[in-house]
């Protein structure tokens, strides 16, 4: 699109300014320099890698700053590279034929070839003088190291506590899936997801809101680590009130931005852009999944399709009371657990008041979820006013379901106990 074009519905618009176009071309060369310098590299076979990471190589010339010095920081470059470790089997003794640990704590090492001569222990082991303990997840451990299942180790030095420490890995099995109807049999608690926090409230089997909402919040600042760690803690706060409040299921929203963060799909719209980008969709989903298996409680993605319009549009308003404030992120997580259980989000609309053409009008109760038409349309009385076709009929004169968007694709199991 030329410079200050408006776009169309299917085709981006175009840069607004001759100074953005010119930086956008800067920074699309840059990057074509760059990955031709390290396509040579490949081709080359030279590889460029510094252990412990760039922030920490940049250390070295902000000691400084860093409160380091160089011998102290020589002493961390070096215990970097002091590490060995070695992937499990399952079938051989313990688990693992290179590190083997056995129950009592005796750690053993296989020595290769070369360093054979050094070995103390009968077929080249080499044992250390140390006993290990697990003080995380020791039953675990212990129970795949009786049945000679596979358990990766990796032994490490920490210098600033002057120890060697060796770390035990081994893979969770996915849990079957059960039963929809298994799942949801008390309740659900749906979760929005935002950038900063993670709302959500109870919902019963009929799909109302129970008690007060609840917000875990998290700040992806600083390192990857610690953006982890905010993550997990807040994943940690929501199971803890789930197992507390007797729910067996989780619904949240099934969000996936790796293809609709770029400038082609929301155009100019750079804030929305960097706001999607911050949303940690993917490691929440991973770190959910996994977290949730151990607890024993049941995850349901539902479609996002409308859960943020329809729950501000249908249910902020009626569940904000004098002592209660409820946000649109709130309303959110209410029509993301409706969905989850099956029941449309929309909410019917009042009757027309007494004295009218219609004065009865028709229920504002939810009807229940067996209910045959529960979602169909009534049929005008004196049909179209085309009048060219009969009353009831058309493409889509009783099929709702599509709008309500509950029943279709709407959920899918990702995990069971």
Known sequence: ????????????????????????S???????????????DWQAG????????????RMRHNLQAATLSESVW???????????????????????????LS??????????????????????????????????RSTGWADRVAADRAVAYRIHLDVRRGRWYITASWQIPAAPAIPMSAALTHGVIGVDTNADHLAAWRLDVHGNPIGNPRRFTFHLSGGA??????????????????????????AIEDLDFQAEKSREKHGGRKRFRQLISGMPTGRLRARLTSMADQTGITIIAADPAYTSKWGAQHWQAPLTSKTRTTTRHDAAAVAIGRRALGHPIRRRTAPPPAHRSDEQGHRTIQARPGTCGRQGTRPPSTGPCTRCMPPGRGAKAGDQCAQHRSRH????????P
């Not at 699109?1 to 956008?24: C, H, I, L, T």
């Not at 590279?81 to 313990?94: I, V």
Request: aromatic letters at 8%; charged letters at 25%.
């Open 1 to 24: 699109m030329p410079v200050g074009q408006k776009g169309a519905k299917d085709a981006p618009p175009g840069y607004r300014s001759r100074q953005e176009w010119f930086a956008k």
């Open 225 to 250: 680590v610690h953006r982890d760690a905010q993550v997990r803690h807040a994943l940690t706060r929501l199971l803890h009130w789930a197992r507390t409040c007797g729910v067996k299921t989780i």
């Open 103 to 136: 129950p009592t704590g005796e750690v053993s090492i296989r020595l290769p070839e070369p360093l054979a001569h050094l070995a103390n222990a009968p077929h080249g082991r080499y044992v250390l003088a140390a006993r290990v303990r697990f003080a995380h």
């Open 46 to 57: 030279r590889v460029r890698i510094v252990r412990g990471g760039k922030r920490f190589a």
């Open 74 to 100: 020589r002493q961390q470059w070096q215990a970097k590279r002091w590490f060995l470790q070695a992937d499990g089997e399952s079938g051989k003794r313990y688990g693992n034929e290179t590190i083997r």
């Open 26 to 40: 800067r920074r699309l060369r840059v990057l074509k320099d760059w990955l031709a310098a390290v396509r040579a």
């Open 409 to 416: 694709t709407a959920e899918q199991l990702l995990l069971s």
